[in-house]
Nanobody, 126 residues
Framework: QVQLVESGGGLVQAGDSLRLSCAAS????????VGWFRQAPGKDHEFVAA????????YYRDSVKGRFTVSRDNAKNTVYLQMNGLKPEDTAVYYC???????????????????WGQGTQVTVSS
């Protein structure tokens, strides 16, 4: 059974940067898409970014384009989310997720991801 563990969250000021890590164990992730989602208090999970299994495609929600970068290191079985220029509206619990199927073509919809981490809190103060 695959396990995903996020780390790197914290309390920062607006304009600061954080790098989130998602370490996978129990199964190699090289054949799977990996997504990042976030959930703010009182809101549903929303898609943030994703990287394809081939490492050739990345996707971002509009509000984070140009500020966030998703990358993966298959040798370390780890995916990263570099977040620059953080804003108070980025405050949320951030989750990484692994697609349910290998080589999947669905990469931005929540239902395409079957394995989830426990989340890491990101708080951005103004």
């Amino acid at each position: 059974q695959v396990q995903l563990v996020e780390s790197g969250g914290g309390l920062v000021q607006a304009g600061d940067s954080l790098r989130l890590s998602c370490a996978a164990s129990g199964h190699p992730v090289s054949a799977y898409n990996v997504g990042w989602f976030r959930q703010a208090p009182g809101k549903d999970h929303e898609f943030v970014a994703a990287i394809s299994w081939s490492n050739e495609e990345t996707y971002y929600r509009d509000s984070v384009k140009g500020r966030f970068t998703v990358s993966r290191d298959n040798a370390k079985n780890t995916v990263y989310l570099q977040m620059n220029g953080l804003k108070p509206e980025d405050t949320a619990v951030y989750y990484c997720a692994l697609s349910s199927e290998p080589y999947s073509v669905q990469i931005t919809t929540k239902t395409a991801f079957g394995f989830w981490g426990q989340g890491t809190q990101v708080t951005v103060s103004s």
